[in-house]
């Protein structure tokens, strides 16, 4: 690394040397911080004034275009929250607010900069300009990189070590840079598109189904989804030039090639370019993969629904309940990926019911161990065998049918009291 890539520069400094140069581009997520964040970091830096201590702001990424702009790859978040603490200053460096921020920010903006004027104008004239010419002398620790390549690698790096940033973040950031041969057009719809999903949704797609669905068909453990597990969609990067990328890639084309020219001759639905036992190509298609699970989730929660009138069929009023509602979820997500929503039929929804809400009678505390454990045919007193697993390697869908599932009075220590209606479809299913 050359010796200007890494700098402790104050911010008066960094207003002087970089403020009309600093841009918050596409692949960003919007400004989400709250009122509480913001006060935080308000009264963190007024104690630091008071007890007359050296602030850090904390460190910032920058990548240097060939424009000669400096994206803010890491550190959005505070430098808009800091921008608007000089605002309502009214500090007159227009710091940062000039760039174009997403419609999804104004509000938390709007917000926050309510809440900090409304700090500002609690303190006396003299603590005002105190905390002006205090803050301008806090620091933050910049690294700068001409090659968006290396500020990703440090990006990645300094948030999978407990920083805040949430897995799909990291991916969202990944494979925009995946997507250098795209055009701008294309890039900023598939960031609007994902920043229209909320936040939480996004985490609970990887966390509560797509990760544990692609580790339970290789019958490998799901306990909990962090940073650290996002390799596992990563997918196959477009460099790559190996037999089973090149394989992956044509087959891609061939599927885009047939949608484009032969959709209207074949009268057929749309070529479908993934399987959940299967990689996808990074980039553009992880997007479109996302899009594409989020929208079959959603399909599958519905016929949950209406499949299962009784809302006692399907309780969730507990943890363990949860648990199980989801666990049968994933099954039906990897069934329906496996061989398509139009050839499901009841007896298979039913097949996959049993499965599921048998751990439901024969346990009292159903724990994230206790799902794991099931799904990867760890608990031989219910139903032995891994089910996903057993419906990645499926040829046609009837072949659930051949699962062995044991009859309700076959179930050790069942809480038949608890559960009823449960036990009564359980009884009506072969």
Known sequence: MSE??????NLSGLIEEYSNKLTI???QRPYTWKKSTADTLFNDIYSAMKENKEYRLGSLILHRDENGFYNIVDGQ?????IALILKALDD????????EVKAVSFKNIAENYKALESRV??????????????IKKCSFAIIITDKQEEAFQFFDSQNTRGKSLKPHDLLKAYHLREMNGASEDIKKAVVKRWDNIDENHLADLFADYLYPVVRWYKKRDVIYYTAKDINIFKGISSEYKYNYALYHKRSVMLAEKIEKEFLDF????????FQLTQPFISGEYFFKYVFYYDKLLTEVKKMVKEHHKESEEIPDYRTGDVYIKRLYECALLLFIDRFGIENMETSYIDMLYKWSYSLRLVMYAVRR??????????NNNINNGALFNKISEMNKPEDIMKIELKKIEDLPDYNKSKYTKICDKLQDII
């Open 92 to 99: 007159e460096s227009d710091f940062l607010l000039e760039n």
């Open 25 to 27: 581009p596409d692949y």
């Open 266 to 273: 074949l009268y057929s639905k749309e070529s479908n370019m």
């Open 369 to 378: 161990e206790s799902i794991n454990n099931y799904a990867n045919g760890e």
């Open 4 to 9: 200007d890539k890494l700098k402790i520069v």
């Open 121 to 134: 104008n609690a303190l006396s004239h003299s603590e005002k300009e105190n905390y002006n010419d205090y």
């Open 77 to 81: 978040q505070r430098l808009i929250t």
